[in-house]
């Protein structure tokens, strides 16, 4: 690789490994494993509620309609 570290240069290797830890790298989307899948799951979930209950909903114009009607 390059020059041999020498006493010193081992000592200050060992000393840095810390900084290598997998804990203190920005790995932001290994601390929550299924985060993004659920986020997507629920999105769709709610997304589909909408356009069920859009769609399922009867207008008010027919109900009201429908009520003056029996009058």
């Known amino acids: 690789m390059g020059k041999p570290l020498g006493t010193t240069g081992e000592f200050f290797r060992r000393r840095d490994e810390w900084r290598k830890h997998p804990m203190l790298s920005n790995q932001f989307r290994h601390a929550f494993p299924g985060l993004g ?35």
């Open 37 to 71: 899948i659920a986020v997507v799951a629920f999105s769709i979930y709610c997304v589909g509620e909408f356009a069920y209950n859009k769609m399922s909903t009867p207008s008010h114009s027919t109900s009201s309609a429908a009520v003056s009607h029996s009058h």
